[in-house]
């Protein structure tokens, strides 16, 4: 119901998933997914709403060094055709972990390429749904985990 008046709606979306868990080397872990959906709606007032497409992409790489060393790689890649600026999202982050004794050393950079907002938008009934989100600035931080017995 819109305004006392029955609307008929409909929408269609179709979506595609991967994924990829990868060890090529003894010291090399590769984890990739991604998901790209496509999305398009219209109700019987007329009123036709865009079609959306949308890619999320994620990989992951994991180097395992000597002396319980890891090196962590992460890069995010986001695409929303509906966005008004950004259409594109991209973050990446990487740390250097060292263990020792129960004790975890992690020197972590975040957000490397300083990316400032994220915007997302969507169809949902006969509503269409629009964020913007602050991202934090890019940051070097140590942290170090361990376990009070």
Do not use: C
Not at 7 to 23: C, E, G, H, L, T
Not at 110 to 132: H, P, Q
């Amino acid at each position: 119901m819109r305004q006392n008046k029955l609307v008929d709606y409909k929408s269609q979306w179709i979506q595609a998933n991967a994924a990829m868990n990868m060890k090529p080397f003894q010291w090399l872990i590769i984890d990739y997914k991604a998901s790209w959906g496509h999305s398009q709606a219209k109700a019987s007032t007329g009123e036709q709403f865009s079609a959306i497409q949308s890619l999320k992409q994620r990989i992951m790489l994991d180097i395992l060094l000597p002396f319980d060393i890891n090196l962590n790689y992460s890069f995010e890649h986001y695409y929303n055709s509906a966005a008004q600026h950004n259409k594109i999202f991209s973050l990446t982050d990487a740390a250097i972990v060292y263990t020792y004794k129960g004790i975890r050393f992690s020197l972590d950079w975040t957000n490397i390429l300083n990316t400032a907002t994220y915007v997302s938008k969507y169809y949902d009934t006969l509503n269409s749904y629009y964020s913007e989100y602050n991202i934090r600035q890019m940051a070097v931080m140590l942290k170090v985990n361990f376990r009070l017995v």
